[in-house]
């Protein structure tokens, strides 16, 4: 029998990539070996979802895999994005046998796949898209049936109300969005931090703090240890 190929996740700290993570495990042919994250310097949070960088280590310690970090400066352009991903992905190779192989927790934008693709192929690594396709409304409720739980850190306010930044995401939230926002927030309308879940020893214990409006668009409910 081969020996299962070795993978690194792109982590976001989110439910979408905790599900990724739990249908690569349920795969005998892949082994993940790493978490790779980008935080934004300065603020040291993680980038987009604006979660505190101590919480985002304390839940890669719960899921008990490393955790490599692509530092971006504050509103770094795609170049430099792009620069520190390669060099955290060719960090993950040196570290986890080679590992040439990427996992993602995309749904369905085609235009956000098709330019990781192009990245990876340029440096030499494979795509991997473990929930592709899968149907967002049934893979939130699954996701809430099997144990997970998640707070909404970030919300888009042109897509959705910003008093939902903060809630659980529960089937009580699910049932609150509007038609126009898709369950798993994939066209950005949310982001979130899974705090506890069947992928973890042990919860990440948090409290709601501060909430801030960026960019006069985003909202941000921040969360710090309990």
């Known amino acids: 029998m081969n020996a299962p190929t070795p993978v690194l996740l792109a982590w976001s700290g989110g439910k979408d990539s905790s599900l990724a993570l739990a249908r690569l495990r349920e795969d005998p042919s892949f082994r993940v070996c790493a978490l790779v994250t980008a935080v934004t310097t300065g603020f040291d949070r993680i980038s987009i979802h604006g979660v505190r960088r101590d919480l985002l280590e304390r839940q890669a310690a719960a899921i008990g895999l490393p955790l490599i970090v692509a530092p971006l400066e504050p509103a770094a352009p795609n170049a430099a994005y792009e620069q520190a991903w390669a060099a ?8 986890f046998d080679g590992a040439k192989h990427v996992a993602y927790g995309d749904l369905f934008l085609e235009d ?6 192009t990245q990876l192929r ?9 929930i592709w396709g899968a149907d967002t409304a049934a893979l939130a409720r699954a996701f809430i049936e099997d144990g997970y739980c998640a707070v909404l850190t970030c919300v888009d306010t042109t897509q959705l109300d910003a008093t939902f930044a903060g809630r659980a995401y529960d089937e009580a939230l699910l049932e609150e969005f509007p038609a126009s926002v898709d369950p798993c927030g994939e066209r950005g309308e949310f982001h979130t931090f899974v705090w506890d879940g069947p992928h973890m020893r042990e919860p990440v214990r948090i409290a709601a703090g501060e ?3 960026r960019d006069g668009r985003f909202q941000y409910c921040d969360f710090i240890v309990q």
Do not use: D, I, M, N
Request: glycine letters at 8%; a positive charge.
């Open 88 to 95: 955290a992905l060719a960090e993950g190779s040196r570290r």
């Open 122 to 130: 340029a440096l030499g690594y494979t795509p991997l898209y473990p």
């Open 211 to 213: 909430r801030v409006l």
């Open 112 to 117: 956000v796949r098709a330019y990781r693709a």
